[in-house]
């Protein structure tokens, strides 16, 4: 789970679930509040958030734990009303 809003702002939470023992864990917090509303993406071990709020993007590095920032995207909507997210990372030959 990462983000989402509440009475106070944007929180910039992360948890997950181990689905097998049901047992949740806190992972790093985002450089800020994010309202993501499903605008995460997962590859290559890498959860890639973007907007929310603004254009900022940020990755976090699953197996070291922490989030580094992405070049922000070149739109001027902050995604905040869209409902997905589309990462695209090409192929080098």
Known sequence: MFGGGFSSGFSP??????VVTQQWESL?????GRDLRN???YIEGQAYAMGGLNSKAEKLIYHDKKWNEVP????SDNLDSWASCLL???KLF
């Open 28 to 32: 790093p917090i985002m450089s800020e």
């Open 72 to 75: 922000c995207y070149p739109l």
């Open 39 to 41: 605008k995460v993406c």
């Open 88 to 90: 695209f990372t090409p």
């Open 13 to 18: 939470f992360v948890e997950q679930i181990d």
